[in-house]
């Protein structure tokens, strides 16, 4: 067993992008800075119309360093490129700016990963809130708390493009995440679905209890 899962966590990257969702967004990595354990830098790009009010000077007394990107991209899939290219650790984990996440989540993801091995990608559960506003609904979640491995074509997509964790060389196998996919793009859905169609040509993806 990997050192790292019995004890502090190996440097890490934890990438969040959004657009025009600023108190989500906020809320988020409020959610993500109180977990028992937090990534060794948070990148966080935003594609908004304008900067965030406060996270481009957001300090923290967690030993997490927080770099903001306000970016006039647009793309979700070309977001993420972004942030991955600017991360600086192999440990690369995504999450979504519309999801609060447990306090043993973080640590969780990555340990799964550590387990797992570096030809890995890990994803999770993604549970529904109470909607916002009347009628509203979650179009894509993972209830699952059943721990599943997943290797070759599957027929199904099981990667949730907005809770994974991975090493920076199974991306860059790859070539990240298609621009042309996602929310903002061309074709504005099945970004996470065709990266994980690509992944299983070099990996193996396993679902973990977030």
Same mark, same amino acid.
């Given at each position: 067993?990997?050192?790292?899962? +019995? #004890?502090?966590?190996?440097?890490?990257?934890?990438?969040?992008?959004?657009?025009?969702?600023?108190?989500?967004?906020?809320?988020?990595?409020?959610?993500?800075?109180?977990?028992?354990?937090?990534?060794?830098?948070?990148?966080?790009?935003?594609?908004?119309?304008?900067?965030? $009010?406060?996270?481009?000077? +957001?300090?923290?007394?967690?030993?997490?360093?927080?770099?903001?990107?306000?970016?006039?991209?647009?793309?979700?899939?070309? #977001?993420?490129?972004?942030?991955?290219?600017?991360?600086?650790?192999?440990? +690369?984990?995504?999450?979504?700016?519309?999801? @609060?996440?447990?306090?043993?989540? @973080?640590?969780?993801?990555?340990?799964?990963?550590?387990? #797992?091995?570096?030809?890995?990608?890990?994803?999770?559960?993604?549970? $529904?809130?109470?909607?916002?506003?009347?009628?509203? @609904?979650? $179009?894509?979640?993972?209830?699952?708390?059943?721990?599943?491995?997943?290797?070759?074509?599957?027929?199904?997509?099981? +990667?949730?493009?907005?809770?994974?964790?991975?090493?920076?060389?199974?991306?860059?196998?790859?070539?990240?995440?298609?621009?042309?996919?996602?929310?903002?793009?061309? @074709?504005?859905?099945?970004?996470?679905?065709?990266?994980?169609?690509?992944?299983?040509?070099?990996?193996?993806?396993?679902?973990?209890?977030?």
């Amino acid at each position: 067993m990997n050192s790292w899962t +019995l #004890a502090s966590l190996p440097p890490t990257s934890l990438i969040m992008c959004s657009r025009n969702r600023p108190k989500l967004l906020a809320e988020t990595i409020e959610s993500v800075l109180q977990g028992d354990e937090v990534p060794t830098e948070l990148v966080v790009v935003d594609q908004s119309d304008a900067p965030h $009010p406060t996270l481009a000077t +957001l300090k923290t007394d967690r030993p997490c360093e927080i770099r903001y990107l306000w970016t006039h991209s647009v793309g979700l899939s070309r #977001a993420r490129n972004t942030g991955i290219a600017t991360a600086q650790h192999c440990i +690369l984990a995504i999450i979504d700016d519309d999801m @609060f996440v447990t306090s043993t989540w @973080f640590g969780s993801l990555i340990r799964a990963l550590l387990n #797992a091995g570096e030809c890995t990608v890990v994803t999770g559960r993604v549970l $529904p809130t109470v909607a916002e506003v009347p009628g509203g @609904f979650v $179009p894509t979640f993972m209830p699952s708390e059943v721990p599943a491995v997943y290797e070759g074509r599957i027929g199904t997509d099981v +990667l949730a493009g907005g809770h994974m964790a991975t090493y920076r060389p199974i991306l860059d196998a790859v070539g990240g995440f298609d621009e042309r996919l996602g929310a903002g793009a061309e @074709f504005p859905a099945a970004d996470d679905n065709d990266l994980g169609f690509r992944l299983r040509t070099v990996v193996k993806s396993r679902p973990q209890k977030k």
